[in-house]
C-alpha cells in the first residue's frame, strides 16, 4: 500500500505564529489528499480536501483563511494553521486514497499540534 | 445527510475470546464501501477490514470479519481469538460514493490478560 510521511510529528508553537505541517506520498502520485483534526477521545473530522493545482475544499465550519492548504504536487500537501491559538492544539491527520473506489486510505502517523 | 454511529464507547474481552463491536449509519445512497479502521495508542490508522456494499459477502481477514446487514444499515466487526495487540481504538468508516470518509465515533477495546 502506499505509504505516507507527515512531518513533524509533533510541534509546539506560540500563541500567534503559524505553523506547517507536511503530508508525503512516498510511492503514490496523489491527486487528492485529505486532512483530518482529531480531538483528544474523539473521531477523526474531515477539515479539507487537498486537490493538486488547485483550491482546497473546506468542510463546513472550517476557517480557510486559518486553515491554509497547499498541494502543489503529486506527492506533497501542505497544512498550514496561521496565528495558531490554544483552541488550535490538536492531532492533525492527513490521508491519501480513499476517493471514489473501495481501496482503502492511507494515514500519515499525525501530527501533534500544542499552542502555547 | 449521512451518519454512522458506534453506539459502543468501550469495549472489554478476556484475551482469546470473541468479541462485536457494532456501528450503524444512515444514507440514501445504494453503492458505498465500508471500514474498519484501528489506531492504536500510536494513533496511527491502519485498515482491519473492508466491505463493498454490492457484495453480499460478509468480508473476513483472518479473524477479523464482519456482519454486514445493508437492509438493517449494520456493519459490525467480530474479532475471534482476541490477543493483546488488539487493543486499541476502532472506527468503522463509510466512502458513500462523494469521496470522503466518514468516521464513526468510536469503540475503545481493552483486552484482559
Known amino acids: 500500500g502506499a505509504v505516507v510521511s507527515q512531518h513533524p510529528s509533533w510541534v509546539i508553537c506560540k500563541s500567534g505564529t503559524s505553523v506547517k505541517i507536511e503530508c508525503r506520498s512516498l510511492?503514490?502520485?496523489?491527486?487528492?489528499m485529505f486532512w483530518y483534526r482529531q480531538f483528544p477521545k474523539q473521531s477523526l473530522m474531515l477539515m479539507a480536501t487537498?486537490?493538486?493545482?488547485?483550491?482546497?475544499?473546506?468542510e463546513q465550519g472550517v476557517e480557510k483563511d486559518k486553515f491554509l492548504i497547499n498541494h502543489a504536487s503529486l506527492t506533497l500537501s501542505t497544512l498550514t494553521v496561521t496565528s495558531a491559538h490554544p483552541e488550535d492544539s490538536s492531532f492533525y491527520i492527513c490521508?491519501?486514497?480513499?476517493?471514489?473506489?473501495?481501496?482503502?486510505?492511507?494515514f500519515g502517523q499525525g501530527t501533534r499540534l500544542t499552542v502555547v | 445527510a449521512q451518519t454512522v454511529t458506534q453506539s459502543q464507547p468501550e469495549m472489554s474481552v478476556q484475551e482469546a475470546e470473541t468479541v462485536t463491536l457494532s456501528c450503524t449509519y444512515d444514507?440514501?445512497?445504494?453503492?458505498?464501501?465500508l471500514f474498519w479502521y484501528k489506531q492504536p495508542p500510536s494513533r496511527q490508522m491502519i485498515l482491519v477490514i473492508r466491505?463493498?456494499?454490492?457484495?453480499?459477502q460478509n468480508a473476513t481477514e483472518n479473524r477479523f470479519s464482519v456482519n454486514f446487514q445493508k437492509a438493517a444499515k449494520s456493519f459490525s466487526l467480530k474479532i475471534s481469538d482476541s490477543q493483546l495487540g488488539d487493543a486499541a481504538m476502532y472506527f468503522c468508516?463509510?466512502?458513500?460514493?462523494?469521496?470522503?470518509?466518514?468516521f464513526g465515533t468510536g469503540t475503545r477495546l481493552t483486552i484482559i490478560p
Open positions: 490521508s491519501v486514497g480513499g476517493g471514489l473506489t473501495n481501496t482503502e486510505a492511507f
Open positions: 510511492d503514490f502520485q496523489a491527486t487528492t
Open positions: 487537498s486537490n493538486e493545482g488547485s483550491k482546497a475544499t473546506y
Open positions: 444514507t440514501s445512497e445504494s453503492d458505498y464501501y
Open positions: 466491505q463493498e456494499a454490492y457484495k453480499q
Open positions: 468508516a463509510f466512502n458513500f460514493g462523494n469521496e470522503k470518509l466518514t
